[in-house]
């Protein structure tokens, strides 16, 4: 089985600072990852994925996340946040190990970013 | 690339009626995707198609719903005698071929469901 755990329900940033959301996973085998995030009333929209290679990962919106497989992370970061910021972020995890091409996505994390 | 497209955006229907919505993926995308998210959770799985096959089908998708794709392109997902516990936001995705797992997928705006 696989899983996405994000501790924080919520994580409050002052604009300009660097901003982490954290994101821990559980998989048999090697992890496909992925950030998504969502704003109010909104579908998802596809921020960054971890496949193989580079262990940081650059995506859009100037969003990083680091791939740290001794701890089962992908922390999603920013250097410096804006208010444009704020939305639902969710991370998602699946099995590189065949079967199922379904991801399983985590129960999101609240971003502020406070002017 | 029009993105994935979902109609309607808004539901409000009365317990015990069926409600139908529909899909459309981003057009070179064969595999199409149906979540449910609640209010503080991450989408939940309900079912996928490749073409038109259906191919997995989460234990969530209970014998009121039903979901197709009859010519591989729009999909459809109906729930019948509508329960209040059926209140969702109910997400499509659609994702490219691709060697399983890694391809990206991109999701609709969803249509919010609310059962009275």
């Known amino acids: 089985a696989q899983s996405v755990a994000q501790p924080e329900d919520q994580v409050n940033v002052a604009e300009g600072n660097p901003l982490t959301v954290k994101c821990t996973y559980s998989?048999?085998?090697?992890?496909?990852l992925f950030w998504y995030v969502q704003y109010p009333n909104r579908g998802l929209q596809f921020l960054l994925k971890?496949?193989?290679?580079?262990?940081l990962v650059k995506g859009s919106y100037g969003f990083e996340a680091e791939f740290n497989k001794s701890q089962t992370s992908f922390h999603l970061k920013k250097p410096s946040a804006l208010v444009s910021d704020s939305a639902l972020y969710f991370c998602?995890?699946?099995?590189?190990?065949?079967?199922?091409?379904?991801?399983?996505f985590g129960r999101g994390t609240s971003l502020i970013v406070h002017p | 690339d029009t993105g994935v497209s979902q109609n309607p955006r808004h539901k409000i229907t009365k317990r015990g009626q069926n409600v139908t919505f529909r899909c459309d993926p981003i057009?070179?995308?064969?595999?199409l995707y149906w979540y449910r998210q609640t209010l503080g959770q991450g989408p939940e799985f309900l079912t996928y198609?490749?073409?038109?096959?259906?191919?997995?089908k989460s234990r969530l998708l209970s014998d009121r719903f039903s979901a197709e794709r009859p010519k591989g392109s729009f999909s459809t997902l109906e729930i019948q005698r509508t329960e209040q516990g059926d209140s969702a936001m109910y997400l499509c995705?659609?994702?490219?071929?691709?060697?399983?797992?890694?391809?990206?997928?991109?999701f609709g705006p969803g249509t919010r469901l609310l059962v009275l």
């Open positions: 995705a659609s994702s490219r071929p691709g060697t399983g797992g890694k391809e990206t997928q991109y």
């Open positions: 998989v048999s085998g090697n992890p496909y």
């Open positions: 971890y496949i193989t290679g580079d262990n």
């Open positions: 998602a995890v699946r099995s590189r190990g065949g079967g199922s091409y379904i991801p399983t």
């Open positions: 057009s070179e995308h064969n595999r």
């Open positions: 198609f490749q073409n038109e096959a259906q191919l997995e």
